[in-house]
């Protein structure tokens, strides 16, 4: 079975520290390592499947199909450990590799970023292109690594990947719910995330969606100050459950 190849570590090295000399190539139309390695051997076999390229959905007319794309690279990626799914030379290497198609659709440079005033695209890169920094908040911006890990969080165990994504609904509903909630600490809480989203859902299916841009962070601003006088990891999740949906119920009176 042919494997998936990974960025070797001085690759994955030097393609970081020349981000801002290789800039323009972020805006090519097909991927360009060979071009900075030029006779080098710069990647090398995982111990992970290898994946088809047009796996992921394209952004289109219809939308960015994130939720789409959950369930198709999470089914694919289901036997990662938490390990490999930290590891910065996979994810490089599909944003940059496998999935280039997919990178310059969902997350091209020219699509200016906060604080991108002096160098345009320079953030995009940063952020959705390299595991950089924090890798806890990093898995949760990258292009491609965002994906398997709000699948690793709202899958519900005992069935298919298919089929058990359901907390991913509300979470994609719009892009401000999905960074809210998992850019924040507690979202590394996988019990803890899923009774956050569960009467999130529950309002989706009814189709009352609590997607609003400052309900949902205000939302995330409530748990984590109920985290300041309370350990959230100690809370179960009926108890969460409940917080969040009293906290709903106030907000719609507040609003209404």
């Not at 390695?37 to 990647?43: M, N, Y």
């Not at 950089?132 to 949760?140: E, F, I, K, Q």
């Not at 189709?207 to 990891?233: E, M, N, S």
């Amino acid at each position: 079975m042919q494997k998936l190849l990974v960025f070797r570590e001085n690759a994955l090295g030097q393609l970081t520290s020349d981000i801002r000399q290789n800039l323009a190539r972020y805006k090519s139309e097909k991927s360009w390592i060979d071009d900075v390695f030029p006779g080098r051997v710069w990647s090398a076999p995982s111990k992970i499947a290898a994946l088809p390229e047009d796996l992921l959905l394209l952004p289109d007319d219809a939308g960015d199909h994130d939720l789409e794309n959950v369930q198709r690279l999470y089914e694919a990626l289901h036997g990662l450990t938490l390990i490999q799914a930290s590891d910065p030379r996979l994810w490089t290497y599909l944003a940059h590799v496998t999935f280039w198609d997919y990178m310059r659709k969902r997350w091209p440079i020219e699509k200016r970023a906060k604080g991108e005033d002096l160098e345009p695209g320079y953030g995009t890169v940063l952020d959705r292109y390299f595991l950089v920094g924090d890798r806890s908040r990093g898995v949760t911006r990258h292009g491609i690594a965002r994906l398997w890990w709000a699948g690793y969080t709202c899958y519900v165990e005992g069935q298919s990947p298919g089929q058990g994504l359901e907390l991913a609904k509300p979470l994609f509903s719009k892009q401000d719910v999905y960074a809210s909630f998992m850019e924040r600490a507690f979202s590394k809480n996988k019990a803890l995330m899923q009774a956050v989203l569960r009467p999130l859902l529950k309002r989706y299916m009814d189709g009352r969606p609590f997607d609003v841009r400052d309900d949902v962070r205000a939302l995330a601003k409530h748990l984590v100050l109920v985290g300041g006088v309370t350990i959230l990891d100690a809370i179960d999740s009926a108890q969460m459950e409940s917080i969040v949906e009293a906290y709903i119920k106030q907000r719609e009176v507040l609003v209404a």
